[in-house]
Protein backbone atom coordinates (compact mmCIF):
# COMPACT_ATOMS: atom_id res chain seq x y z
CA UNK A 1 0.00 0.00 0.00
CA UNK A 2 1.49 3.76 -1.10
CA UNK A 3 2.20 5.61 1.72
CA UNK A 4 0.89 9.04 0.75
CA UNK A 5 1.92 10.93 4.21
CA UNK A 6 5.62 11.45 3.20
CA UNK A 7 4.93 12.51 -0.60
CA UNK A 8 2.90 15.27 0.16
CA UNK A 9 5.03 16.00 3.06
CA UNK A 10 8.29 15.98 1.07
CA UNK A 11 6.36 17.99 -1.94
CA UNK A 12 5.40 20.91 0.51
CA UNK A 13 9.38 20.86 1.70
CA UNK A 14 9.99 21.02 -2.08
CA UNK A 15 8.22 24.42 -2.43
CA UNK A 16 9.26 25.81 0.54
CA UNK A 17 12.64 25.50 -0.70
CA UNK A 18 11.80 26.83 -4.45
CA UNK A 19 10.14 29.61 -2.37
CA UNK A 20 13.38 29.96 -0.59
CA UNK A 21 15.21 30.04 -3.72
CA UNK A 22 12.83 32.94 -5.43
CA UNK A 23 13.48 35.21 -2.70
CA UNK A 24 16.96 35.33 -3.36
CA UNK A 25 16.34 36.80 -6.68
CA UNK A 26 14.90 39.59 -4.82
CA UNK A 27 17.86 41.30 -4.12
CA UNK A 28 18.58 41.64 -7.60
CA UNK A 29 15.10 42.85 -8.34
CA UNK A 30 16.12 45.87 -6.30
CA UNK A 31 19.92 46.29 -7.11
CA UNK A 32 18.44 46.97 -11.02
CA UNK A 33 15.17 48.34 -11.68
CA UNK A 34 12.77 46.19 -9.91
CA UNK A 35 10.02 46.14 -11.62
CA UNK A 36 9.59 42.59 -10.98
CA UNK A 37 9.79 42.56 -6.88
CA UNK A 38 6.19 42.15 -6.21
CA UNK A 39 6.07 39.43 -8.87
CA UNK A 40 8.63 37.89 -7.52
CA UNK A 41 7.48 38.43 -3.66
CA UNK A 42 4.36 36.91 -4.01
CA UNK A 43 5.09 34.03 -5.98
CA UNK A 44 7.55 33.00 -2.96
CA UNK A 45 5.04 33.62 -1.09
CA UNK A 46 2.35 31.63 -2.69
CA UNK A 47 5.32 28.79 -2.60
CA UNK A 48 5.52 28.79 0.96
CA UNK A 49 2.16 29.42 1.76
CA UNK A 50 1.17 26.52 -0.39
CA UNK A 51 4.12 24.20 0.62
CA UNK A 52 4.11 24.85 4.44
CA UNK A 53 0.78 23.35 5.40
CA UNK A 54 0.87 20.51 2.74
CA UNK A 55 4.48 19.47 4.81
CA UNK A 56 2.89 20.40 8.72
CA UNK A 57 -0.25 18.77 8.27
CA UNK A 58 1.44 15.26 6.27
CA UNK A 59 4.86 15.40 8.56
CA UNK A 60 5.36 11.81 10.67
CA UNK A 61 7.90 10.99 12.86
CA UNK A 62 9.18 8.15 10.92
CA UNK A 63 10.09 8.11 7.27
CA UNK A 64 11.70 4.75 7.30
CA UNK A 65 7.97 3.31 5.47
CA UNK A 66 9.04 5.45 2.27
CA UNK A 67 9.69 2.36 -0.78
CA UNK A 68 10.36 2.17 -4.32
CA UNK A 69 7.04 3.53 -5.03
CA UNK A 70 7.04 6.50 -2.71
CA UNK A 71 10.08 7.33 -4.05
CA UNK A 72 8.74 7.59 -7.58
CA UNK A 73 5.59 9.55 -6.59
CA UNK A 74 8.04 11.77 -4.72
CA UNK A 75 10.09 12.68 -7.44
CA UNK A 76 7.64 12.39 -10.08
CA UNK A 77 5.50 14.84 -8.24
CA UNK A 78 7.98 17.37 -6.90
CA UNK A 79 9.15 17.74 -10.61
CA UNK A 80 5.45 18.71 -11.52
CA UNK A 81 4.80 20.98 -8.55
CA UNK A 82 8.36 22.64 -9.23
CA UNK A 83 7.65 23.26 -12.99
CA UNK A 84 3.81 24.59 -12.07
CA UNK A 85 4.72 27.14 -9.15
CA UNK A 86 8.31 27.80 -10.75
CA UNK A 87 6.16 29.40 -13.62
CA UNK A 88 4.49 32.09 -11.06
CA UNK A 89 7.43 34.75 -11.57
CA UNK A 90 6.32 34.55 -15.40
CA UNK A 91 2.69 35.21 -14.86
CA UNK A 92 2.59 37.52 -12.47
CA UNK A 93 5.46 39.58 -14.13
CA UNK A 94 3.45 39.15 -17.30
CA UNK A 95 6.88 38.30 -19.04
CA UNK A 96 4.75 35.51 -20.41
CA UNK A 97 1.05 35.75 -19.46
CA UNK A 98 -0.11 32.49 -21.31
CA UNK A 99 0.43 29.94 -18.84
CA UNK A 100 1.49 27.37 -21.87
CA UNK A 101 4.40 29.45 -22.25
CA UNK A 102 5.19 30.06 -18.99
CA UNK A 103 5.27 26.10 -17.78
CA UNK A 104 7.58 25.68 -21.35
CA UNK A 105 10.01 28.09 -20.05
CA UNK A 106 10.11 26.49 -16.28
CA UNK A 107 9.85 22.87 -17.50
CA UNK A 108 12.83 24.11 -19.85
CA UNK A 109 14.55 25.52 -16.90
CA UNK A 110 13.82 22.89 -14.15
CA UNK A 111 15.16 19.71 -16.16
CA UNK A 112 18.24 22.38 -17.86
CA UNK A 113 17.02 21.47 -21.11
CA UNK A 114 17.33 25.43 -22.38
CA UNK A 115 14.77 25.70 -24.82
CA UNK A 116 12.83 29.08 -24.93
CA UNK A 117 9.88 30.96 -26.18
CA UNK A 118 11.37 34.16 -25.09
CA UNK A 119 11.65 36.12 -28.22
CA UNK A 120 13.76 39.26 -26.76
CA UNK A 121 15.45 38.15 -23.85
CA UNK A 122 17.61 40.98 -23.28
CA UNK A 123 14.08 43.05 -22.54
CA UNK A 124 13.04 40.95 -19.28
CA UNK A 125 14.13 42.64 -16.02
CA UNK A 126 16.76 40.88 -14.26
CA UNK A 127 15.21 39.72 -11.54
CA UNK A 128 13.27 37.38 -13.65
CA UNK A 129 16.48 36.11 -16.28
CA UNK A 130 18.20 35.81 -12.19
CA UNK A 131 14.89 33.18 -11.55
CA UNK A 132 15.44 31.68 -14.63
CA UNK A 133 18.91 30.99 -14.46
CA UNK A 134 18.10 29.69 -11.40
CA UNK A 135 15.96 26.96 -12.19
CA UNK A 136 18.57 25.73 -14.29
CA UNK A 137 21.42 25.30 -11.48
CA UNK A 138 18.51 24.11 -8.91
CA UNK A 139 17.91 21.31 -11.64
CA UNK A 140 21.02 20.30 -12.47
CA UNK A 141 21.85 18.45 -9.71
CA UNK A 142 18.25 17.83 -8.71
CA UNK A 143 16.33 19.50 -6.04
CA UNK A 144 15.55 15.93 -4.45
CA UNK A 145 19.27 15.15 -3.96
CA UNK A 146 19.18 19.07 -2.43
CA UNK A 147 16.75 18.46 0.26
CA UNK A 148 18.45 14.73 0.97
CA UNK A 149 21.55 16.40 1.95
CA UNK A 150 20.08 18.93 4.15
CA UNK A 151 17.30 17.70 5.50
CA UNK A 152 17.58 14.27 6.93
CA UNK A 153 14.00 13.42 6.92
CA UNK A 154 13.66 10.54 5.01
CA UNK A 155 15.50 8.09 7.08
CA UNK A 156 16.24 5.09 5.14
CA UNK A 157 14.14 5.89 2.56
CA UNK A 158 16.36 8.47 1.52
CA UNK A 159 18.27 5.83 -0.90
CA UNK A 160 15.37 5.59 -3.17
CA UNK A 161 14.93 9.10 -3.93
CA UNK A 162 18.44 9.26 -4.89
CA UNK A 163 17.84 6.24 -7.01
CA UNK A 164 15.24 7.56 -9.08
CA UNK A 165 16.36 10.99 -9.07
CA UNK A 166 20.05 10.44 -9.96
CA UNK A 167 20.20 10.22 -13.62
CA UNK A 168 21.83 7.45 -15.51
CA UNK A 169 21.86 3.36 -15.20
CA UNK A 170 25.07 3.12 -13.23
CA UNK A 171 24.68 3.45 -9.37
CA UNK A 172 28.74 4.39 -8.42
CA UNK A 173 28.58 5.63 -4.91
CA UNK A 174 31.30 7.76 -3.24
CA UNK A 175 30.30 7.52 0.25
CA UNK A 176 28.03 4.48 1.29
CA UNK A 177 25.80 6.59 3.20
CA UNK A 178 23.35 8.63 0.87
CA UNK A 179 22.77 12.01 2.94
CA UNK A 180 26.88 12.37 2.99
CA UNK A 181 27.22 11.71 -1.15
CA UNK A 182 24.47 14.20 -2.13
CA UNK A 183 26.10 17.12 0.32
CA UNK A 184 29.66 15.68 -1.11
CA UNK A 185 27.84 16.14 -4.63
CA UNK A 186 26.15 19.68 -4.28
CA UNK A 187 29.91 20.87 -2.76
CA UNK A 188 31.65 20.04 -5.36
CA UNK A 189 28.72 21.74 -7.67
CA UNK A 190 28.53 24.87 -5.66
CA UNK A 191 32.18 24.91 -5.94
CA UNK A 192 32.38 24.80 -9.60
CA UNK A 193 29.92 27.15 -9.65
CA UNK A 194 31.88 29.74 -7.51
CA UNK A 195 34.94 29.47 -9.52
CA UNK A 196 33.59 29.60 -12.90
CA UNK A 197 31.54 32.69 -11.67
CA UNK A 198 34.95 34.32 -11.17
CA UNK A 199 36.90 33.46 -14.44
CA UNK A 200 33.76 34.63 -16.26
CA UNK A 201 33.86 37.72 -14.58
CA UNK A 202 37.62 38.29 -14.33
CA UNK A 203 37.55 37.48 -18.50
CA UNK A 204 34.71 40.54 -19.31
CA UNK A 205 31.37 39.51 -18.66
CA UNK A 206 29.71 41.88 -15.85
CA UNK A 207 29.42 40.23 -12.17
CA UNK A 208 25.23 39.60 -13.42
CA UNK A 209 26.01 38.04 -16.93
CA UNK A 210 28.84 35.69 -15.10
CA UNK A 211 26.83 34.93 -12.08
CA UNK A 212 23.92 34.06 -14.82
CA UNK A 213 26.16 31.93 -17.03
CA UNK A 214 28.04 30.21 -14.18
CA UNK A 215 24.86 28.63 -12.99
CA UNK A 216 23.06 27.37 -16.03
CA UNK A 217 26.88 26.54 -17.49
CA UNK A 218 27.23 24.05 -14.29
CA UNK A 219 23.83 22.79 -15.01
CA UNK A 220 24.17 21.86 -18.67
CA UNK A 221 21.30 23.96 -19.38
CA UNK A 222 21.87 26.98 -20.83
CA UNK A 223 19.83 29.60 -20.52
CA UNK A 224 21.73 33.03 -21.29
CA UNK A 225 21.14 36.47 -20.33
CA UNK A 226 21.93 37.78 -24.35
CA UNK A 227 19.95 36.86 -27.43
CA UNK A 228 22.76 35.71 -28.89
CA UNK A 229 23.53 33.40 -26.54
CA UNK A 230 27.68 32.85 -26.04
CA UNK A 231 27.79 34.35 -29.76
CA UNK A 232 27.80 37.79 -28.40
CA UNK A 233 30.88 37.03 -26.96
CA UNK A 234 32.64 35.78 -30.64
CA UNK A 235 35.45 37.69 -30.06
CA UNK A 236 36.47 36.81 -26.46
CA UNK A 237 37.73 33.11 -26.98
CA UNK A 238 39.13 33.28 -23.36
CA UNK A 239 35.30 33.26 -22.64
CA UNK A 240 34.71 30.50 -24.67
CA UNK A 241 37.87 28.42 -23.57
CA UNK A 242 36.79 28.84 -20.06
CA UNK A 243 32.65 28.29 -20.83
CA UNK A 244 33.95 25.11 -22.58
CA UNK A 245 35.93 23.40 -19.99
CA UNK A 246 33.91 23.76 -17.52
CA UNK A 247 30.43 22.33 -19.96
CA UNK A 248 33.09 19.11 -20.04
CA UNK A 249 33.31 19.12 -16.17
CA UNK A 250 29.73 19.29 -15.83
CA UNK A 251 29.12 16.22 -18.54
CA UNK A 252 31.55 14.43 -16.53
CA UNK A 253 30.31 11.77 -13.47
CA UNK A 254 30.69 13.21 -10.15
CA UNK A 255 32.18 10.99 -8.89
CA UNK A 256 35.25 11.85 -11.49
CA UNK A 257 35.52 14.81 -9.66
CA UNK A 258 35.44 13.47 -5.81
CA UNK A 259 38.04 10.91 -7.46
CA UNK A 260 40.27 14.05 -8.80
CA UNK A 261 39.82 15.58 -5.29
CA UNK A 262 41.42 12.87 -3.52
CA UNK A 263 44.22 12.27 -6.16
CA UNK A 264 42.74 8.57 -7.14
CA UNK A 265 43.93 8.91 -10.80
CA UNK A 266 43.64 5.49 -11.24
CA UNK A 267 40.36 5.73 -10.59
CA UNK A 268 39.67 8.32 -13.23
CA UNK A 269 41.37 6.69 -15.89
CA UNK A 270 39.94 3.33 -15.09
CA UNK A 271 36.69 4.86 -16.68
CA UNK A 272 35.53 3.81 -19.82
CA UNK A 273 32.82 6.14 -20.14
CA UNK A 274 35.60 9.01 -19.10
CA UNK A 275 37.64 8.29 -22.02
CA UNK A 276 34.99 7.56 -24.52
CA UNK A 277 33.29 10.98 -23.57
CA UNK A 278 36.63 12.94 -24.44
CA UNK A 279 37.08 10.43 -27.11
CA UNK A 280 33.71 11.34 -29.16
CA UNK A 281 34.31 14.93 -28.32
CA UNK A 282 37.60 14.61 -29.75
CA UNK A 283 36.54 13.03 -32.99
CA UNK A 284 33.47 15.04 -34.12
CA UNK A 285 35.22 18.42 -33.25
CA UNK A 286 38.44 16.57 -35.76
CA UNK A 287 35.86 16.20 -38.24
CA UNK A 288 33.68 19.57 -37.99
CA UNK A 289 37.21 21.63 -37.58
CA UNK A 290 38.35 20.49 -40.95
CA UNK A 291 34.76 21.09 -42.74
CA UNK A 292 34.86 24.50 -41.86
CA UNK A 293 38.43 25.40 -42.30
CA UNK A 294 39.12 23.42 -45.89
CA UNK A 295 35.53 23.14 -47.36
CA UNK A 296 33.91 27.04 -46.19
CA UNK A 297 37.46 28.68 -45.61
CA UNK A 298 37.12 29.52 -41.97
CA UNK A 299 40.14 30.33 -39.67
CA UNK A 300 41.79 27.68 -37.97
CA UNK A 301 41.44 28.71 -34.67
CA UNK A 302 37.84 29.94 -35.08
CA UNK A 303 36.89 26.83 -36.76
CA UNK A 304 38.76 24.59 -34.32
CA UNK A 305 37.24 26.78 -31.29
CA UNK A 306 33.40 27.07 -32.48
CA UNK A 307 33.57 23.26 -33.97
CA UNK A 308 34.80 22.64 -30.13
CA UNK A 309 31.85 24.64 -28.34
CA UNK A 310 28.96 23.48 -30.23
CA UNK A 311 30.13 19.45 -30.15
CA UNK A 312 30.56 20.26 -26.08
CA UNK A 313 27.22 21.85 -25.93
CA UNK A 314 25.13 19.64 -27.53
CA UNK A 315 27.18 16.32 -26.74
CA UNK A 316 26.40 17.68 -22.50
CA UNK A 317 22.91 18.74 -23.31
CA UNK A 318 24.01 22.58 -22.44
CA UNK A 319 22.77 24.10 -25.22
CA UNK A 320 24.96 27.27 -25.36
CA UNK A 321 25.00 28.46 -29.04
CA UNK A 322 28.50 29.96 -30.52
CA UNK A 323 27.64 29.75 -34.36
CA UNK A 324 24.53 29.27 -36.59
CA UNK A 325 25.74 25.60 -37.16
CA UNK A 326 22.90 25.48 -39.45
CA UNK A 327 24.98 27.23 -42.10
CA UNK A 328 27.36 24.92 -41.61
CA UNK A 329 26.41 22.31 -44.45
CA UNK A 330 23.79 19.41 -44.22
CA UNK A 331 26.68 17.22 -43.39
CA UNK A 332 27.69 19.17 -39.94
CA UNK A 333 23.79 19.61 -39.15
CA UNK A 334 23.17 15.51 -39.72
CA UNK A 335 26.03 15.02 -37.30
CA UNK A 336 24.32 17.59 -34.98
CA UNK A 337 21.07 15.72 -35.31
CA UNK A 338 23.08 12.35 -34.05
CA UNK A 339 24.64 14.26 -31.38
CA UNK A 340 21.43 15.14 -29.69
CA UNK A 341 20.98 11.20 -29.16
CA UNK A 342 24.41 11.07 -27.16
CA UNK A 343 23.94 12.87 -23.61
CA UNK A 344 26.91 13.52 -21.09
CA UNK A 345 28.54 10.95 -18.77
CA UNK A 346 25.77 8.91 -16.02
CA UNK A 347 25.82 11.09 -12.44
CA UNK A 348 26.52 14.09 -14.50
CA UNK A 349 24.00 17.28 -14.58
CA UNK A 350 23.88 15.98 -18.65
CA UNK A 351 20.98 14.88 -19.63
CA UNK A 352 20.70 12.66 -22.76
CA UNK A 353 20.63 9.23 -23.44
CA UNK A 354 24.31 9.03 -21.68
CA UNK A 355 27.19 7.86 -22.84
CA UNK A 356 27.38 4.50 -20.94
CA UNK A 357 24.14 3.05 -22.39
CA UNK A 358 25.64 3.79 -25.82
CA UNK A 359 29.06 1.85 -24.67
CA UNK A 360 27.42 -0.89 -23.45
CA UNK A 361 25.21 -1.65 -26.01
CA UNK A 362 27.72 -1.25 -28.56
CA UNK A 363 30.10 -3.98 -26.64
CA UNK A 364 27.16 -5.99 -26.11
CA UNK A 365 26.77 -5.97 -29.46
CA UNK A 366 30.09 -6.99 -30.78
CA UNK A 367 30.18 -9.55 -28.31
CA UNK A 368 27.51 -11.08 -29.58
CA UNK A 369 29.19 -12.31 -32.67
CA UNK A 370 31.74 -14.09 -30.41
CA UNK A 371 28.40 -15.69 -28.70
CA UNK A 372 27.07 -16.49 -32.07
CA UNK A 373 30.09 -18.48 -32.83
CA UNK A 374 30.63 -19.85 -29.59
CA UNK A 375 27.19 -20.97 -28.11
CA UNK A 376 28.17 -22.57 -25.43
CA UNK A 377 30.61 -19.92 -24.16
CA UNK A 378 29.71 -17.82 -21.23
CA UNK A 379 31.17 -14.66 -22.67
CA UNK A 380 30.50 -11.58 -19.70
CA UNK A 381 30.26 -7.93 -20.65
CA UNK A 382 32.91 -5.71 -19.02
CA UNK A 383 32.95 -2.19 -18.39
CA UNK A 384 35.83 -0.39 -16.56
CA UNK A 385 36.96 -4.05 -15.31
CA UNK A 386 33.36 -4.37 -13.63
CA UNK A 387 31.00 -7.07 -15.33
CA UNK A 388 28.05 -6.05 -16.35
CA UNK A 389 24.77 -7.71 -14.86
CA UNK A 390 22.19 -8.82 -17.13
CA UNK A 391 19.45 -7.10 -15.52
CA UNK A 392 21.60 -4.07 -16.41
CA UNK A 393 21.40 -5.12 -20.15
CA UNK A 394 18.37 -5.58 -20.30
CA UNK A 395 17.55 -2.01 -18.48
CA UNK A 396 19.53 -0.42 -21.38
CA UNK A 397 17.92 -2.26 -24.14
CA UNK A 398 14.42 -1.23 -23.10
CA UNK A 399 15.55 2.40 -22.06
CA UNK A 400 17.21 2.76 -25.73
CA UNK A 401 13.52 1.32 -27.61
CA UNK A 402 11.36 3.06 -25.24
CA UNK A 403 13.27 6.07 -26.22
CA UNK A 404 13.20 5.86 -29.77
CA UNK A 405 9.53 5.06 -29.51
CA UNK A 406 8.91 8.38 -27.86
CA UNK A 407 10.80 9.87 -30.22
CA UNK A 408 9.04 8.90 -33.22
CA UNK A 409 5.45 9.35 -31.10
CA UNK A 410 6.21 12.86 -29.95
CA UNK A 411 7.60 13.88 -33.56
CA UNK A 412 4.20 12.09 -34.98
CA UNK A 413 1.93 14.07 -32.41
CA UNK A 414 4.27 17.54 -33.87
CA UNK A 415 3.69 17.16 -37.34
CA UNK A 416 -0.17 16.02 -36.49
CA UNK A 417 -0.05 19.50 -34.98
CA UNK A 418 0.68 21.00 -38.24
CA UNK A 419 4.26 21.33 -37.57
CA UNK A 420 6.88 20.14 -40.63
CA UNK A 421 8.36 16.70 -39.77
CA UNK A 422 12.10 17.90 -39.70
CA UNK A 423 11.38 20.62 -37.14
CA UNK A 424 9.11 17.99 -35.60
CA UNK A 425 11.77 15.60 -34.90
CA UNK A 426 14.20 17.92 -34.15
CA UNK A 427 11.65 19.79 -31.33
CA UNK A 428 11.08 16.60 -29.78
CA UNK A 429 14.74 14.65 -29.97
CA UNK A 430 16.47 17.68 -28.19
CA UNK A 431 13.26 18.22 -25.59
CA UNK A 432 13.35 14.12 -24.92
CA UNK A 433 17.41 14.81 -24.56
CA UNK A 434 17.31 17.96 -22.72
CA UNK A 435 19.45 19.55 -25.42
CA UNK A 436 17.69 22.58 -26.50
CA UNK A 437 18.61 23.80 -29.74
CA UNK A 438 18.18 21.39 -32.73
CA UNK A 439 17.23 21.78 -36.37
CA UNK A 440 14.98 23.08 -38.78
CA UNK A 441 12.97 25.83 -37.38
CA UNK A 442 13.88 25.18 -33.62
CA UNK A 443 18.01 25.47 -34.35
CA UNK A 444 20.32 27.86 -32.86
CA UNK A 445 18.94 30.97 -33.66
CA UNK A 446 15.51 30.42 -33.73
CA UNK A 447 12.93 29.29 -30.79
CA UNK A 448 9.88 27.85 -29.60
CA UNK A 449 8.03 31.31 -29.48
CA UNK A 450 5.86 29.97 -32.57
CA UNK A 451 4.93 26.60 -31.95
CA UNK A 452 1.63 26.01 -31.14
CA UNK A 453 0.09 25.51 -27.28
CA UNK A 454 -0.54 22.48 -27.34
CA UNK A 455 2.87 21.88 -28.84
CA UNK A 456 4.31 23.60 -25.65
CA UNK A 457 2.84 21.36 -23.68
CA UNK A 458 3.69 18.22 -25.30
CA UNK A 459 7.54 19.39 -25.47
CA UNK A 460 7.33 20.46 -21.81
CA UNK A 461 6.20 16.81 -20.34
CA UNK A 462 9.07 15.39 -22.80
CA UNK A 463 11.55 17.70 -20.88
CA UNK A 464 10.55 16.15 -17.68
CA UNK A 465 10.41 12.54 -18.62
CA UNK A 466 13.52 13.07 -20.12
CA UNK A 467 14.75 14.75 -16.74
CA UNK A 468 14.16 11.85 -15.28
CA UNK A 469 14.78 8.91 -17.46
CA UNK A 470 11.69 8.24 -18.30
CA UNK A 471 11.14 5.01 -16.32
CA UNK A 472 10.28 6.67 -13.17
CA UNK A 473 7.20 8.53 -15.40
CA UNK A 474 6.32 5.65 -16.98
CA UNK A 475 6.83 3.36 -14.50
CA UNK A 476 3.34 5.50 -12.85
CA UNK A 477 1.07 4.42 -15.48
CA UNK A 478 1.48 0.35 -14.73
CA UNK A 479 -1.66 -0.79 -13.46
CA UNK A 480 1.02 -3.01 -10.97
CA UNK A 481 2.69 0.08 -9.61
CA UNK A 482 -0.83 0.97 -8.10
CA UNK A 483 -1.22 -2.59 -6.49
CA UNK A 484 -0.40 -3.59 -3.06
CA UNK A 485 2.24 -6.20 -2.92
Known amino acids: MI ?46 GFGAPLWFFNRTKSNTDIGKREGYLIVAL ?6 TFGMLPYLFSGVLPEWQDAFFETASGITTTGASVLTDIEAVSHGILYWRSLTQWIGGMGIIVLTVAIMPLLGIGGIELFVAEAPGPTSDKV ?40 LTTMATGGFSTKNASIAHYEDNAFLQYVIIFFMIAAGTN ?25 LIIAVLTIIITLSLALRLGHDWEKAFRESLFQVVSII ?62 IVPLKVSGEVVAPRVMTHIIIFLLLYLLLVLLGSLGL ?25 GAVG ?34 TPFFWKSN
Open 3 to 48: NFKPIFSFTGILLIIIGGFMLTALPVSLHFEGTDFDALLWSALCCI
Open 78 to 83: GWLAMA
Open 175 to 214: HPRIRETAKRLWLIYVGLTGMLFFLLWAGGMTPYDALNHA
Open 254 to 278: FTIHYYLLKRKFANVWRSEEFKTFL
Open 316 to 377: TTTGFVSADYIQWGAGVVMLVFLMLFLGGCAGSTAGGIKIIRHLVFIKNSYLEFKRILHPRA
Open 415 to 439: SAMGIDFTTAVGATATSLGNVGPAI
Open 444 to 477: PVDNFAWMPPAAKVLLSFLMIMGRLEIFTILVLF
